[in-house]
């Protein structure tokens, strides 16, 4: 008996709350678990370049990084020809992959320069050495951070950014111009690359008016 009591009373709470929710005009979300699950949405896709101990430049595809400080990225990386590069050259770039070069910027995340030495060429990609660090910059991927190693250790690269550069294409009164610049974003739920959308808001500025 109490523990029908105990589920009614628990019943009709949940119906209270619904309807408190309703008539206060709230939405009633109705979630499903996933689980432990490395999703985060969106995803940037970064395109790090470095060079061989031959000078050779490489590109690939990664997911998991994010600015971690004014001057600082960190990127979540396996064993690569990259890591390789990147133990030599203590330094790197990391490009935005474009809509304009979807394609380029699968392949080098699906194809290994260990096995296909000439990945970058085959990629379509042009290579211009950077003037602040010993990496290549991707001529076809207009926006790119520069960066030195600071640290690569059970699998986390941390690096000095140590410029960011654009070409004057994706640039309007000073300032790079996302819809110039036409970034694409991971969605690790359908394994699709998606493009942003439009402006929604101010950032700083908005949550102003609730103050």
Known sequence: ???????????????????????????????????????????????????????????????WGITTDFQEITISLGEHKTTDNLAVRKAFTVSMATEDQVIACDYVGVESARKVPNKFEKAGFHATKSEFVDAPLIDELPMALE?????????????????????????????????????????PCNNAYVALGEKVGSAFADGAKLK
């Open 147 to 187: 960066c030195r190693v600071k640290s690569f250790e059970d699998g986390i690269l941390i690096g000095e950014i140590v410029n960011v550069s654009a070409d004057e294409s994706v640039v309007t009164d000073g300032k790079i111009d996302l819809k110039k610049l036409r970034p694409i974003a991971f969605d």
């Open 1 to 63: 008996m109490r523990r029908y009591y105990k589920v009614y009373t628990e019943m009709n709470l949940v119906s209270a709350i619904l309807k408190v929710s309703i008539l206060s005009g709230g939405t009633y979300m109705s979630r499903v678990n996933y689980g432990a699950k490395p999703i985060m949405l969106p995803q940037p896709v970064l395109i790090i370049a470095t060079y061989d101990e031959n000078g050779v430049p490489d590109a690939m595809n990664a997911a």
